[in-house]
């Protein structure tokens, strides 16, 4: 099949690669130019695993194409996949301005009928705007799908290439078709398509999200609570996580969610909730626990260094949202460096990935290091945002040596209790007795 993909971002750039190497003619539109002369001369613009292999595969069987011509795009495909930010509005709300612009170009182009796929992450109600905003632009035919995308950032080729489900939402059988036959090549192999109207799957996008982010901070609040009385939250996680209602998965306790989903999708749900009168009550108890669990080591460091954090030097391993992505969208790094910057501590970073992302905001405002290592020289302590693998069996020797206290403070539950312990170390994670 011919497909466009409008929006070549984390979702778009791994949809149109994924449906490329399933054998279609994939044409990735964006209006970022600079991005796009960059993927034509084979340059992947985000860090994912394995994408590289897979982009540069399919731009040479000539199958995966980029471009800033929408027009052109439209002309060669049926099926059109919308794949575009739907960031927080002012008043928490999705901002649907892209989409909606995209759709109103959409309907001043096309000649022919075309599927509309929107993959973006959007409120209930939005595929009949997407229609009612084409329809007055066009008698031509054509058809609005909801089809909300799964992907794990980090494990996103995979994820795409191997999706648990597809879910569909259409009121057209002639769209569903098309659907049917674009994801073919999973339903082949036994992953099923959810079929159902558009409003279900554009709310099971929210509800799922939504659903992960409170399991995340139910556990964060139980780890809170575990210091309180004594009890270690990975036992407890272990004794939870060993129900099969429960499953042993988002169980991890930390310094709380970030990333480009989770944060504004919740904010979303909460808003489109109150456009109804209705109080989302569970969700807005998520949301204030994890601004607060984002931060909640900056009070231990505080205390460890007598209430006063002037000058103190800190090191911090970790800058992106989470392992194996460069997204620093709401990562809990930037709310830690905000309020330690507040405090009057200066801070040394270190994260191979998502350095160039944070510089580009943050600037000379903290410093780099070029290795783990070297980010804790003279350091007062270590702070540790991220679960990059490179992390999990560090040489506690070398880190003695460098830091002048031999303090950390662990958002991300790295490393047994034991490990910092023989070491000598104090050792501050979350949910857990603290050594030392
Ligand atoms: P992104 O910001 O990485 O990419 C969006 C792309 O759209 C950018 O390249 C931008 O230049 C382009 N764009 C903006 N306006 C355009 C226009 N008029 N024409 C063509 N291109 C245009 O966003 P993302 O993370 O890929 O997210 C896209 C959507 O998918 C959002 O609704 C998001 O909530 C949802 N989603 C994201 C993830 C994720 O893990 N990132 C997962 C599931 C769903």
Known sequence: MNITIVGTGYVGLVTGTTLA????????????????????????????????????????AQRLFFTTNLKESLEKSDVIYLALPTPPGEDGSADLSYVLKVANDIGEMMTSYKVIVNKSTVPVGTADKVRATIAAKTSVEFDVVSNPEFLREGFAVEDSMNPSRVVVGSSS????????????????????????????????????????????????????????????????????GSDDRIGNRFLFPG?????????????????????????????????????????????????????NLRG?????????????????????????????????????????????????????????????????????????????????????????????NKAIFDGRNMFPLELPEQNGFFYKSIGRRTVG
């Open 255 to 307: 310094i709380g969610y970030g990333g480009s989903c989770f944060p504004k999708d919740v904010k979303a749900l909460i808003k489109s909730g109150k456009q109804e009168n209705f109080d989302f009550q569970i969700l807005e108890a998520t949301e204030n626990v994890n601004i607060s669990q984002k931060v909640i080591l900056v009070s231990e460091i505080e205390n460890y260094f007598g209430g």
């Open 173 to 240: 059988e002639k769209a569903k078709g098309f659907m049917s036959k674009v994801y073919q090549p999973f339903t082949n192999i036994g992953i099923p398509i959810i079929f159902m109207d558009e409003k279900s799957s554009e709310l099971t996008k929210y509800a799922s999200n939504s659903f992960l982010a409170v399991k995340i901070t139910f556990m964060n609040e139980i780890a809170n609570y575990c210091e309180k009385v004594g009890a270690d939250v990975d036992k407890v996680r272990l004794g939870m």
């Open 312 to 404: 103190k030097k800190i090191a911090l391993w970790g800058l992106a949202f989470k392992a194996n992505t460069d997204d620093i969208r709401e990562a809990s790094s930037l709310d830690n460096i905000k309020l330690l910057l507040e405090k009057g501590a200066e801070i040394t970073a270190y994260d191979a990935i998502a350095e160039e992302n944070v510089k580009k905001i943050l600037g000379d405002k903290i410093s780099y290091a070029s290795d783990m290592y070297s980010a804790l020289e003279n350091a007062d302590c270590l702070l540790i945002a991220t679960e990059w693998s490179e992390f999990k069996n560090p040489n506690f020797k070398l880190m003695a040596e460098k830091l002048k």
């Open 21 to 60: 190497e399933l054998g279609n003619s994939v044409y990735c539109v964006d209006i970022d130019e600079k991005k796009v002369e960059a993927m034509k001369l084979g340059k992947v613009p985000i860090y994912e695993p394995n994408l590289e292999e897979m982009f540069l595969r399919n731009i040479q």
